[in-house]
Structure formats: structure tokens, C-alpha cells
């Protein structure tokens, strides 16, 4: 039998959890910055509605995801003992914060100005007009941090991996037999 306590890798669910999320905020983050190179039309529309349909998709796999830490998933001891080992942990916290907020700011600002979906969905228009602005800019705010954060995140796991050696990324299921 394996004893989880001596395992250094994380289980498959959340290698799978943690791959999806990492594609669905760069995927995001590029929507949000680019799509204003789009004309005002029915293709932008149709962006922002895959835009907001993908964000449903990060908020349903976030709940997965952290019902998923909290009960059944593999605990996996720190990578590094002593200040690294602290360091990472804040860093993921951290990681976790910024998913919660910028999911929750999208939410928000889908609901805030009762968001089209593909001319099929019209959500429910939830609170004050006068929020639309405000809200909006805080969910920008929190995606550019979260991009920036995701990726020092990324360099410093390449810099494990590749400068000190020390295979961290077969912890997240790369290059593990
Ligand atoms: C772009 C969005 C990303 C987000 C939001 C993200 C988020 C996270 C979080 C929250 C953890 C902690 C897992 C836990 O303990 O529950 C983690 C671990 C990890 N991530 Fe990411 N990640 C992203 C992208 C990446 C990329 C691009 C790489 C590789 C280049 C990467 C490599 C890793 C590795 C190796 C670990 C395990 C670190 C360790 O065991 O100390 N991540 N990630
Ligand atoms: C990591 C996740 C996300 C990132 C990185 C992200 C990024 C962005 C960015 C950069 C913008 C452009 C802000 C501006 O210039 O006005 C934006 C707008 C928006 N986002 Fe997100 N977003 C994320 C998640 C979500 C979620 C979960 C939802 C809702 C389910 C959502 C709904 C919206 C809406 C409704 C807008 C405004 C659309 C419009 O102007 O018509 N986002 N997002």
C-alpha cells in the first residue's frame, strides 16, 4: 500500500485541475487584453461571450478544485524545508487569493450589467448601474495581477527545474515516469 504521507507528487486530479486552470486564466487574460482590436460587432460580442462562458467554466473548476484540497486531495509536503518552503506556500496562498477575487469580480461583472450570452443566456441584471465602471475596473486590476503573479510563479518553477535540478516540475505531473 502507499502511504500518502511519503508521496512528492501531486495526485492526477489536481495535476488535471491545476494544467485547466493555468489555460483557462492565460486564455482569459488574452481575451480581456486583446479584444479591442476587434471592431464593436457581433465578433466582439461573440468574444466576450466565450470570454464569459470560459469564466463559468474556471469558477465551476475552482469550487472542484478547492472542495478537492480541502477534503480528499493528496497532501504533498513542501518543496523546499525552512524560508523557501514558507515562501511557496504564501506564493500558492496567494495564487488561490487572486483566483477567488478575479473569478468572483468577473461573476460580478457579468451579472452587474445582465450579460448576453451567444444571444441565447441573458443573466439576471443584479445591482446599481453606477457599479458597472467600478466593477469592471476591479476585475481588470485583479486579472493583471493574477497574470503577473502566475507568471513569476511559472519562472521561478523554471528556475527549479532547469537551474537548481531539483525536478519540481514532475511534482505537477511534467517529465514524471
Ligand atoms: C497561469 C496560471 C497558473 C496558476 C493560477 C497556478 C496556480 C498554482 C497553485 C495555486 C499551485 C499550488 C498547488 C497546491 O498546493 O494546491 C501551483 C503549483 C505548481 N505550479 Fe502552478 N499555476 C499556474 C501556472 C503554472 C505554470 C505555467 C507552471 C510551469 C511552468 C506551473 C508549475 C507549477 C508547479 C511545478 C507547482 C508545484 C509547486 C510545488 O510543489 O511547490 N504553474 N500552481
Ligand atoms: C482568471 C480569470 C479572468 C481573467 C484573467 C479575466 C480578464 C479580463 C480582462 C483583462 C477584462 C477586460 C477589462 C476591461 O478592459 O474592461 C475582462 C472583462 C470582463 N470579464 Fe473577465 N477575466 C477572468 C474571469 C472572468 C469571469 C469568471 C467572468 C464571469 C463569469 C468574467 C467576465 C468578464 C466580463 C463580463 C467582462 C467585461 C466584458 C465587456 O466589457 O463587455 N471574467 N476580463
Same mark, same amino acid.
Given at each position: 500500500?502507499?502511504?500518502?504521507?511519503? =508521496? !512528492?507528487?501531486? $495526485?492526477?486530479?489536481?495535476?488535471?485541475?491545476?494544467?485547466?486552470?493555468?489555460?483557462?486564466v492565460?486564455?482569459?487574460?488574452? *481575451?480581456? =487584453?486583446?479584444? $479591442?482590436?476587434?471592431? %464593436?460587432?457581433?465578433?466582439?460580442m461573440g468574444?466576450w461571450s466565450?470570454?464569459?462562458?470560459?469564466?463559468f467554466?474556471?469558477? +465551476?473548476?475552482?469550487?472542484? &478544485?478547492?472542495?478537492?484540497?480541502?477534503?480528499?486531495a %493528496?497532501?504533498?509536503?513542501?518543496? !523546499?524545508?525552512?524560508?523557501?518552503?514558507?515562501?511557496?506556500?504564501?506564493?500558492?496562498?496567494? #495564487?488561490?487569493?487572486?483566483?477567488?477575487?478575479?473569478?468572483?469580480?468577473? #461573476?460580478a $461583472?457579468?451579472?452587474? &450589467?445582465?450579460?448576453?450570452?451567444?444571444? *441565447?443566456?441573458?443573466?439576471?441584471?443584479?445591482?446599481? +448601474?453606477?457599479?458597472? &465602471?467600478?466593477?469592471?475596473?476591479?476585475?481588470?486590476? +485583479?486579472?493583471?495581477? *493574477?497574470?503577473a503573479?502566475?507568471?513569476?510563479?511559472?519562472?521561478?518553477?523554471?528556475?527549479? =527545474?532547469?537551474? #537548481?535540478? $531539483?525536478q519540481?516540475?514532475?511534482?505537477?505531473?511534467?517529465? &514524471?515516469?
Open positions: 500500500m502507499t502511504d500518502s504521507s511519503t =508521496q !512528492n507528487h501531486y $495526485d492526477r486530479l489536481t495535476i488535471a485541475i491545476h494544467w485547466l486552470t493555468a489555460a483557462l492565460i486564455s482569459l487574460w488574452l *481575451i480581456g =487584453q486583446l479584444v $479591442d482590436f476587434v471592431p %464593436r460587432g457581433p465578433v466582439r468574444i466565450t470570454h464569459v462562458v470560459l469564466g467554466t474556471l469558477c +465551476a473548476l475552482l469550487i472542484i &478544485r478547492i472542495v478537492w484540497k480541502l477534503t480528499a %493528496r497532501k504533498v509536503a513542501p518543496a !523546499n524545508a525552512g524560508l523557501m518552503g514558507h515562501a511557496a506556500t504564501l506564493g500558492h496562498l496567494a #495564487l488561490y487569493g487572486l483566483l477567488i477575487a478575479v473569478v468572483a469580480l468577473g #461573476l $461583472d457579468a451579472f452587474v &450589467r445582465g450579460f448576453n450570452i451567444f444571444n *441565447i443566456v441573458t443573466l439576471p441584471t443584479i445591482g446599481d +448601474a453606477s457599479l458597472r &465602471r467600478p466593477i469592471n475596473g476591479w476585475h481588470e486590476l +485583479a486579472a493583471n495581477a *493574477i497574470a503573479l502566475a507568471l513569476l510563479h511559472a519562472l521561478v518553477a523554471l528556475f527549479h =527545474q532547469y537551474v #537548481l535540478k $531539483d519540481l516540475l514532475g511534482r505537477m505531473g511534467i517529465g &514524471r515516469a
